[in-house]
């Protein structure tokens, strides 16, 4: 059932004091550009966050946010340096309304730390109880803007996907681009794509940047499919939702434990196609992302004498209002007395 809430009472009223938060992160991780230090980055990043959502004028429930990551051994290892910051569960806020808040500290983080483009600092709210609780592993998705929307289908070979999306873009197969992620996993994913004729861009890092492409009419890029992070793909449907698109997706469990734990959370089925309605049960969301350093559609983080220039996306649904803000931060507000850098 979709939880509903008076517009009255509409958590996109709060949707700028979400994109102050994914401000103050990216200012923080960007900092750490080029640093090499994954750990301490995100360790910052999940600090600034930690703070900026104490101040939101809600009552803020952690749904999603991701603790590991894979290392080069194939072993999970923690993100955090430091425990206690912030995690799946907490309750953060100044009160009022209750939501759901769907964290990515930073997207993109080795990107970040060897200093190449297409990280970001994100955030995505819903009421309460309206996320899909999904632990942190992967998810197989398949992701479309809104003139794709009813063409696609999961299940389908990704021949047909693709030009089934061709052909509600009005083009070739030729004439459009495929994000994919660069892992072994999608060695045979790229091969099939190349028989279409679709370009395939081979992304190094983050599914979450290539959604918000996607559903960006004028965009260069036309789909994302294949298999990332389950935590990224509640953050991307909440993406679609505001930009009106499509997008399809599947658990996609790799050791018995995860699928242990997908049955505590009451999915039992782990063949079930999953739609952006059992993603985010609700037709009221909020996103908001910050670019860290450059990427097509966000700006990097540019800091000057005493401050900082920030390039943030916001969208809400309930109002349907998307913004992009350029943002000049005084951070040592005495230095603002020389003037600042526009």
């Known amino acids: 059932m979709s939880t509903r809430v008076s517009h009255e009472n509409s958590i996109g009223d709060s949707a700028i004091q979400y994109a102050s938060v994914t401000e103050q992160v990216a200012l923080t991780a960007g900092r750490q550009e080029g640093a090499g230090s994954p750990e301490e980055t995100y360790t910052q990043a999940t600090e600034a966050f930690k703070r900026g959502l104490g101040g939101i004028p809600n009552s803020c429930h952690v749904a999603i946010l991701r603790e590991e990551r894979l290392d080069e051994s194939g072993s999970m290892k923690p993100l955090k340096l430091r425990s206690g910051i912030l995690g799946v569960g907490d309750k953060l806020g100044a009160g009022g309304a209750e939501v759901d808040v ?4 930073v997207e993109g983080m080795q990107l970040l730390t060897k200093g190449q483009p297409g ?20 998810m197989s998705k398949i992701i479309v803007g809104p003139r794709a929307k009813g063409c696609i289908d999961i299940d389908a070979p990704v021949e047909e996907n693709v030009r089934a999306i061709a052909d509600a873009l009005s083009r070739k197969p030729s004439e459009m681009t495929v994000a994919v992620l660069d892992r072994e996993r999608h ?3 790229i091969e099939d794509i190349r028989k279409t004729g679709a370009r395939i861009q081979i992304r190094a890092e983050g599914d979450l940047t290539p959604a918000i492409d996607v559903g960006v009419r004028g965009s260069e890029l036309h789909a994302v499919i294949g298999i990332g992070g389950a935590p990224e793909g509640i953050l991307a449907s909440a993406v679609i939702r505001c930009l009106g698109g499509e997008m399809q997706a599947r658990m996609w469990p790799t050791q018995r434990s995860q699928v242990e734990m997908l049955k505590e959370r009451g999915m039992d089925d782990l063949e079930k196609k999953l739609t952006l309605d059992d993603m985010i049960q609700s037709e009221e969301v909020v996103f908001a992302a910050t670019g860290i350093t450059a990427g097509d559609t966000l700006k990097s983080v540019r800091y000057f004498r005493g401050g900082g220039r920030t390039h943030t996306l916001v969208m809400s649904t309930k109002p349907r209002v998307i913004r992009f803000l350029d943002t000049i931060h005084a951070l040592e507000p005495e230095a603002g007395m020389q003037g600042f850098q526009l």
């Open 119 to 138: 990280s970001i600092a994100a955030v995505a709210v819903a009421p309460e109880g309206s996320m899909l609780q999904v632990p942190d592993m992967y």
């Open 187 to 189: 060695e045979g994913l």
């Open 102 to 105: 769907a964290v990515e500290p």
